[in-house]
Each structure stands twice: as C-alpha cells, then as structure tokens.
C-alpha cells in the first residue's frame, strides 16, 4: 500500500501528492480513463456535468485536484476524470466488510477490508491530509480517487462497503466522492454526520456506509443513485454493527448476483459470530483477528474461491484517533499505526 502525507492549502496538498506519485498517477489516468472510453461514448459530456457538480458542492476537491494535475505533470481533465472515475462511469461492486464494535470499557472502534480485483492491489494509497483550513484526516482508497473513507482529527469515521441496488434515476444530488469527503472535513460528530448524510440524494454507486464517532453512536446507511440513504440505526442493547455487499434492508431493493450474495453472507456471519455472539476479544490485537478472520484468501475463505482478493485492512480507534493499517492482506502482513 502506498502512503502519503500532505499539509497545506488544497492545492499545495495536491500539487505534494501528485509530485509524489508522478509516475504511479499516469499510469492510473491511463488505466481508468481508458476503461471509460471503452464503456463511454460520451465521457466528455458526463464529465463536464460532474465538474459542475463539484464546483457547486465543494470547491476544495477541485482545488486539490487542480493542484495533483500540476504536480503531476497530467492534464487536468485527464486527471479529473480519475478522480471522479466512479461518478462518471459504471463501478463494478467490490467485495468488502466493516464493522463497529464498543469494546468492553464502550471504547468506539471502526474496520474495513478493501477486497478488489488482485490488479488493482498495487495503487492502493493510505492519506494523511492536514489541511490549513479543515479537519486532519487519515483515508484510504485508489490513488488519486477523490472518493475515500476514514477518521477525522474529532474522532468521527466512516467506512463503506459496494452493494448494488436499484435507484430511482434521480438526476439531482450530491455526488457520493463529495459527500464522503464533506463528512471527514466539515463535520466534528455523529449528529452532525447524519444530518448531512441524509440532507439529499446521492449520485453514485450501491452502497452501505457504516457511521460512528468518539463517543460511541453508530448507524448503517444504505446508499441507492438518486435517493436520499436510508438509515439503519443501532439498536439501543446492541454494541456492534456490520455490513458486507449486500442491501441489509428491503428498503433499498439489491441487484447483487448470487455468487456475490454466498460470499458476502459468509463473511456477514463471521462477523455476526465474533462480534454478535461476544467470540471476538475487544482489544487492538483482538479486532485485527476478526479482521485476519474476513480477509479473502484467509482461515474462512479458501484461495480461488472468490475473485476478489483483500488489499488492505484498516481498524481505526476513534478515541485515539489512531488507524491500524495493514497494506496487504492482514494474513500476510502486519498492521502499523497512522496517529492523527
């Protein structure tokens, strides 16, 4: 996994960043917008509407972006396109899990594993941004991808997981790359979150977003292209919540295949067994096991058996505000701390 620290205005982080990883951020432009130009007949028009979208919904993404296209060496449509690659095409659903759990003393902790196709392993990036004007954050996603989720300085979170589902065609909304972004820079808790989680309809790819903060609120949100999420909250006697790739409510209607359906319920249950059934131990060591338990290939899930393999794990103690990532497949490697 590759990794990354930037500080300044947006466009001093993006022209560091893109400075940085100069060769690695061609070689993505060339991958992502190729795909779309094979997919896309109009990629120029769709793009031209998204880059109003953003300007209209948050201008430090374009600020940012301005500034990787600089330090990069790429032009800026080109590398706009990558960044907002899941908002102007079709995204193929992903194979991860997540999770929240209160720890015995109602410590709040946050995972997520990213399974993706294995070629796809290599630019995975881990961000540390501390902006002059917003929040300090640690993200993950693909390089240069303005769409990443993580931990913010106050301790709030969110992870997330594909799970395709049929929307309503709505062509009004805010953009799911920004929406993700606006919830680790503008907001401090829980509250704050939800209330602009579900201010509008989303205009992006099935989804389920797992929420929490420092203090221990929590909620799933089912994300569904032109509708505002459904929210699932926490039960009030339940200390942990979980999702894979499937719609956890018949609210959001899912159009995920069954091969997809038997892995995701698969590692649904072990989670619901370690988290839910109070076999996991509640510790740093402990949780990176359970997350060990649903990589793909690990102890549950055989090599060959899924297409999609892990790329990295990441468990975020939101008290600390500290991340443990582990860069590869937790079964290989070891996690190591990212302390905002």
């Given at each position: 996994?590759?990794?990354?620290?930037?500080?300044?205005?947006w466009?001093?982080?993006?022209?560091q960043?893109?400075e940085?990883?100069?060769?690695?951020?061609?070689?993505?432009?060339?991958?992502?917008?190729?795909?779309?130009?094979?997919?896309?007949d109009?990629?120029e028009?769709?793009a031209a509407a998204v880059r109003?979208a953003?300007?209209?919904q948050?201008?430090?993404?374009l600020?940012?972006?301005?500034?990787?296209?600089?330090?990069?060496?790429?032009?800026e449509?080109?590398?706009?396109?990558?960044?907002?690659?899941?908002?102007i095409?079709n995204?193929?659903?992903?194979?991860?899990?997540?999770?929240f759990?209160?720890?015995?003393?109602?410590?709040?902790?946050?995972?997520?594993?990213?399974?993706?196709?294995k070629?796809?392993?290599?630019h995975?990036?881990c961000?540390?941004?501390?902006?002059h004007a917003g929040?300090a954050?640690?993200?993950?996603?693909y390089?240069?991808f303005?769409g990443a989720v993580?931990?913010?300085e106050?301790?709030?979170g969110?992870?997330g997981?594909s799970?395709?589902?049929?929307g309503?065609d709505?062509?009004?909304?805010?953009?799911?790359?920004?929406l993700?972004h606006?919830?680790?820079?503008?907001?401090?808790d829980?509250?704050?979150?939800?209330?602009l989680?579900?201010?509008?309809?989303v205009l992006?790819k099935?989804s389920?977003?797992?929420?929490a903060?420092?203090?221990?609120a929590?909620?799933?949100y089912q994300?569904a292209?032109?509708?505002?999420?459904?929210?699932?909250?926490r039960?009030?006697?339940?200390r942990?919540?979980?999702?894979?790739?499937?719609?956890?409510?018949?609210q959001?209607?899912?159009?995920?295949?069954a091969?997809s359906l038997?892995n995701?319920?698969?590692?649904?249950?072990?989670?619901?067994?370690?988290l839910?059934?109070?076999?996991a131990e509640?510790?740093?060591?402990?949780?990176q096991?359970?997350?060990?338990?649903?990589s793909q290939p690990?102890?549950n899930?055989?090599e060959g058996?899924?297409?999609l393999?892990?790329a990295?794990?990441t468990?975020f103690?939101?008290?600390?505000r500290?991340?443990?990532?582990?860069?590869?497949?937790?079964?290989?490697?070891p996690f190591?701390q990212?302390t905002?």
């Amino acid at each position: 996994m590759l990794r990354s620290e930037t500080t300044g205005t947006w466009y001093d982080m993006g022209r560091q960043f893109g400075e940085t990883f100069r060769a690695e951020l061609g070689q993505c432009v060339a991958r992502f917008t190729g795909v779309l130009r094979r997919n896309m007949d109009d990629v120029e028009s769709v793009a031209a509407a998204v880059r109003v979208a953003v300007k209209q919904q948050c201008h430090d993404l374009l600020e940012e972006t301005a500034g990787i296209a600089a330090g990069a060496e790429i032009a800026e449509p080109d590398l706009f396109a990558l960044r907002f690659y899941s908002d102007i095409g079709n995204w193929k659903p992903g194979g991860c899990s997540a999770f929240f759990v209160l720890d015995t003393d109602s410590r709040p902790w946050l995972a997520r594993t990213c399974d993706i196709e294995k070629e796809d392993h290599w630019h995975q990036v881990c961000h540390l941004r501390r902006p002059h004007a917003g929040h300090a954050t640690v993200t993950t996603t693909y390089l240069g991808f303005a769409g990443a989720v993580g931990i913010n300085e106050h301790g709030l979170g969110i992870v997330g997981v594909s799970a395709s589902a049929r929307g309503n065609d709505g062509a009004t909304g805010i953009l799911s790359a920004v929406l993700l972004h606006r919830v680790l820079n503008e907001c401090r808790d829980f509250e704050e979150a939800n209330e602009l989680l579900l201010a509008e309809p989303v205009l992006g790819k099935g989804s389920v977003w797992l929420v929490a903060d420092a203090a221990g609120a929590s909620a799933l949100y089912q994300v569904a292209p032109g509708r505002r999420p459904n929210v699932i909250p926490r039960p009030p006697a339940q200390r942990w919540q979980a999702c894979t790739n499937f719609q956890p409510s018949p609210q959001v209607p899912g159009t995920t295949n069954a091969t997809s359906l038997y892995n995701s319920y698969a590692r649904y249950g072990w989670l619901s067994h370690q988290l839910g059934d109070g076999y996991a131990e509640l510790t740093a060591q402990g949780l990176q096991n359970v997350l060990r338990g649903v990589s793909q290939p690990g102890p549950n899930i055989p090599e060959g058996s899924f297409p999609l393999e892990t790329a990295y794990a990441t468990l975020f103690d939101l008290n600390a505000r500290t991340a443990y990532v582990a860069g590869e497949n937790p079964n290989a490697v070891p996690f190591t701390q990212v302390t905002l």
